[in-house]
């Protein structure tokens, strides 16, 4: 009765750790992105942790200058929040949230991101109300 009582125990550890190793990673964000088919530059490179779930939801934790916002110019200005959110698919980066573009003086949260054809070299940023297409060799 204890032998089978052991194995079951060490059994359920083994199927534990192999439902959960998948969920730890050692690539890093830019890694990930890219095995994904978006460009590594899609994020600054002071990224404090992330985490994607089972479901695709991407969660990256910036590193925030309490002094500053984090700002990029890709062909226009894009603000990054300390947390950025979106659900991660081969291409895509859906349901956004944390990013805004700069349109004509008004800031606009980014939807969505997608690269359809990476032979394209085309990267779309969803504005909802625009669409804006970019050279991905700006990332």
């Known amino acids: 009765m204890a032998i089978s009582s052991i194995n079951f125990i060490f059994g359920f550890q083994i199927l534990l750790i192999l439902t959960i190793l998948p969920l730890f990673h050692s690539e890093s964000i830019h890694e990930l992105l890219t095995s994904k088919g978006l460009p590594a530059g899609l994020v600054p490179k002071?990224?404090?942790?992330?985490?994607?779930?089972?479901?695709?939801?991407?969660?990256?934790n910036l590193f925030a200058n309490l002094f500053a916002p984090c700002l990029t110019k890709f062909e226009n200005r894009v603000f990054f929040e300390s947390v950025i959110k979106g659900n991660l698919s081969y291409g895509k980066l859906n349901g956004l949230e944390g990013l805004s573009q700069e349109e004509l003086f008004l800031w606009l949260p980014i939807k969505d991101i997608i690269v359809d054809d990476?032979?394209?070299g085309l990267i779309l940023f969803d504005v909802g109300v625009v669409h804006k297409q970019f050279s991905l060799s700006l990332f």
């Open 46 to 60: 002071d990224v404090k942790s992330f985490n994607l779930d089972e479901n695709g939801l991407l969660q990256v």
């Open 118 to 120: 990476p032979s394209s």
